[in-house]
């Protein structure tokens, strides 16, 4: 005699399949996703910060003298020669052009807020550009009078 399969168990297996082939398509998107907030190689390092400029201007490095921006895989951290360490976490988007990179705050003037920026790497300098949480991404490495976007250049320590 022919067992005949409950309409439970039949239900059952067809989700399990169609779950197998969403999740198929939704490994590329995931993995396509994944890679967009990956660590970019080229900003893994630490860098000194040689310049910084908001609305136009240069802004004075006495409290940042000597500081060095460490990043890592997904967090980073500015260590000024006296003072309070800044850290975070952060993901970039490599596939934009300029590339995108958004900087979670966990202390110090922005602690909390997200820094939306942009940043090239040239050789053996870094350069980012970044808003004030809540504030939009900047679309250029220039920070022009009467904006509040800030450019910050570093270079690499060996």
Not at 30 to 40: L, Y
Not at 82 to 99: L, M
Request: net charge negative; glycine share 10%; aromatic share 6%.
């Amino acid at each position: 005699m022919k067992k005949m399969r409950s309409p439970i168990r039949a239900a059952a297996v067809s989700l399990c399949l169609l779950a197998a082939l969403a999740n198929c398509n939704g490994e590329t998107q995931a993995d396509e996703s994944a890679a967009a907030q990956a660590s970019d190689p080229a900003l893994v390092g630490d860098w000194l910060l040689l310049q910084i400029n908001r609305g136009g201007e240069d802004i004075d490095l006495d409290h940042l003298e000597g500081a060095v921006r460490h990043i890592g895989a997904t967090a980073y951290s500015i260590e000024p020669m006296s003072g309070t360490t800044i850290r975070g976490d952060y993901t970039v988007d490599t596939a934009t052009a300029p590339r995108s990179m958004d900087e979670f705050v966990a202390n110090g003037r922005f602690e909390g807020g997200t820094l939306k920026g942009i940043y090239q790497v040239v050789g053996d300098r870094l350069t980012i550009s970044f808003g004030a949480p809540g504030e939009a991404r900047p679309t250029k490495l220039v920070s022009e009078p009467g904006t509040q976007f800030t450019v910050a250049v570093h270079k690499r320590v060996e």
